[in-house]
Nanobody
Framework: QVQFVESGGGLVQPGGSLTLSCAASGSILTIYSMGWYRQAPGKQRELVANISRRGSTNYADSVKGRFTISRDNAKNTVYLQMNSLKPEDTAVYYC??????????????WGQGTQVTVSS
């Protein structure tokens, strides 16, 4: 019912920048919060940032001041601007959205993930 297209991952040097994007599609009635999570090998998936439909944001302490999350409701798309990247930011980044469908009330959906590698 819901599909995601994620893009923007890749290899970047420490101190560099990347922008991730995630577009949701399907028989969507309403998208509430959207966000980005990340998971490094051998570690649990953790919240990076999320944003409400009205634009309220929340960031993990480790990325506060370096990352910016934004969304375009008309395009069902969420973005993550990542600046001053560190090797510890290396992980698979997953798009997340809380969505109401015609046949399912307020469920969480996940993208396939995109690899971000920060290395010299």
């Amino acid at each position: 019912q819901v599909q995601f297209v994620e893009s923007g991952g890749g290899l970047v040097q420490p101190g560099g920048s990347l922008t991730l994007s995630c577009a949701a599609s399907g028989s969507i009635l309403t998208i509430y919060s959207m966000g980005w999570y990340r998971q490094a090998p051998g570690k649990q998936r953790e919240l990076v940032a999320n944003i409400s439909r009205r634009g309220s944001t929340n960031y993990a302490d480790s990325v506060k001041g370096r990352f910016t999350i934004s969304r375009d409701n008309a395009k069902n798309t969420v973005y993550l601007q990542m600046n001053s990247l560190k090797p510890e930011d290396t992980a698979v980044y997953y798009c997340n959205a809380n969505i109401v469908l015609p046949t399912a009330p307020f469920s969480a959906y996940w993208g396939q993930g995109t690899q971000v590698t920060v290395s010299s």
